[in-house]
């Protein structure tokens, strides 16, 4: 995943590059055709660019490049076929509506590099994950072989010669150096951004081995506000962050098995003032929106497990199998830190069939899909009440109206009451996938519990009676 993100990122950093060239140097030159050229010759796809467009002439620079398409490598591409005589791509694996680079020129004519803004419209990206952990995107952005219908002289024997040996040249020299980490002063000029992003991204991630589909859509990914000065970080050490997404996951049934609505934003300092280091830990203010909903859960599944016990004691969790949708948008905030995001407060998320709470220090390592988390799920009220009069009536049955039901139910069930409402504590760890799942209440059989709760319940009512029956001791044998 790092080699993908990497390329990508190489891309746009290719991308970039050009078009600023193009602002400072020669804007005439930059055209679509030159684009295409550019990026064939550094990355294995075909590529397509609609329109070019550049403002020299103003006091905020700009260039614009429209309807940016990759798709897998062809022999139009190989042969650099020029733009004119090239077919339509009907299909893509990446494509970019528009990216839009807007410079100062006043910085520039200062020798000041000020990016007002880089925004990247409408990506679009379908990766496929295969069964033996590769995918689809990796050969993309490998160097092409054929360059212009000729090898790729970068692919040469003396040109690979080359790279080993400049590799191994930094090998030995890194082991030289002593290994020191990366700081805000090794960052050689003052950074300061107006907007770094991307607006209505569409991306979808298909697991081959499962069958499972993860729709990432409306996805607008902003850093703002960038301000960066590694001598003065007390003043000078801002990142604004927002992000916003409708995440879906469908089952390999085809079936939606849950939608998030997120809303995330952060204002984040990347570097620690006193140090200089990385910041390790960013703490994010998220807001999960009403109407995002949940269904098959694999935690829930483990709990459907005990089902048949809590339905001896007259318990109906059937809604657990059911969609549940969010009542209101639910705001909470975490930690985010080498993949691992960890809940800092214990949000209650309110849906038709249940409450679901999530405990503070829950966590979620999203590389490896390892998390440990203790939560709590409330049934709603209704289905709650009527449960829990399915058990008192299975008491006065078993007790022929011995005792006080309600009593008795509160021994039986014990801390499965909360506030009138079923609760049940459970605890989800290991792979998210294949949780490990415990609950926090143990449940015997009715018959026992009953037997147990009418016998406390009879000596509390009559046991001081009973002190005062000569030979009461006797009736201890029965279990008085």
Do not use: C
Not at 118 to 141: A, D, Q
Not at 158 to 187: G, H, L, N, V, Y
Not at 267 to 284: C, I, R
Not at 312 to 321: P, T
């Amino acid at each position: 995943m790092k080699k993908i993100i990497y390329g990508v990122g190489g891309f746009f950093g290719l991308l970039i590059i050009v078009l600023v060239l193009a602002l400072v140097f020669a804007g005439s030159f930059l055209t679509n055709e030159f684009l295409v050229k550019q990026i064939e010759s550094a990355i294995n796809v075909r590529a397509n660019v609609d329109k070019v467009n550049i403002n020299l002439f103003s006091a905020l620079s700009s260039i614009e490049v429209e309807g940016i398409q990759l798709t897998y490598r062809d022999d139009v591409a190989d042969k650099g076929t020029p733009l004119p005589e090239r077919k339509p791509l009907k299909s893509s694996v990446i494509s970019i509506s528009k990216a839009d680079i807007k410079l100062s020129l006043i910085g520039i004519l200062q020798k000041k590099f000020e990016l007002k803004k880089l925004l990247i419209s409408e990506p679009k990206v379908s990766l496929i994950m295969f069964e033996n952990g590769g995918n689809n995107l990796t050969t993309l952005f490998k160097s092409p072989a054929l360059v212009n219908g000729e090898p790729n002289p970068a692919l040469t024997p003396e040109a690979i010669a080359e790279r080993k040996k400049e590799a191994e040249e930094e090998r030995r020299a890194s082991k030289d150096e002593p290994s020191e980490p990366f700081t805000a002063k090794d960052i050689p000029v003052a950074i300061k951004m107006g907007l770094v992003g991307a607006e209505k991204g569409d991306i979808q991630v298909t697991m081959k081995k499962t069958g499972q589909v993860i729709k990432v859509q409306d996805l607008n990914f902003k850093l703002s506000d960038i301000d960066i000065d590694g001598s003065d970080l007390s003043s000078h050490n801002h990142v604004g962050v927002g992000f916003d997404a409708d995440v879906t996951i469908i089952g390999k049934n085809k079936q939606e098995a849950a939608k998030f609505l997120l809303d995330t934003d952060g204002d984040l300092q990347p570097f620690v003032e006193k140090s200089g280091l990385v910041n390790p830990s960013v703490v994010y203010n998220v807001k999960m929106e009403e109407n995002s909903f949940l269904s098959g859960f694999a935690a829930f599944d483990a709990i459907a497990g005990e089902l048949p016990l809590l339905n001896q004691a007259g318990l109906k969790l059937d809604k657990l199998k059911e969609k549940s949708i969010l009542k209101k948008d639910v705001k909470f905030k975490i930690a985010y830190s080498d993949g691992k995001v960890t809940f800092l407060d214990e949000p209650t998320f309110p849906s038709k069939n249940y409450d679901l709470q999530i405990e503070k220090g829950s966590f979620l390592v999203i590389p490896t899909n390892y998390h440990e988390m203790r939560m709590g799920m409330l049934y709603e009220e209704d289905e709650s009440k009527k449960s829990i009069s399915g058990v008192d009536a299975k008491i006065k049955e078993a007790t022929k109206g011995q005792g006080d039901p309600k009593e008795l139910r509160n021994k039986i069930l014990g801390n499965l009451i909360k506030d009138e409402r079923i609760f049940i504590p459970f605890k989800t760890s290991g792979d998210l996938r294949n949780p490990t799942v415990t609950l926090g209440v143990e449940i015997g059989s009715l018959s026992d519990l009953i037997g147990g709760a009418v016998k406390g319940a009879i000596k509390g009512k009559i046991g001081e009676e009973l002190k005062k029956i000569p030979g009461g001791d006797a009736l201890k044998k029965f279990g008085f």
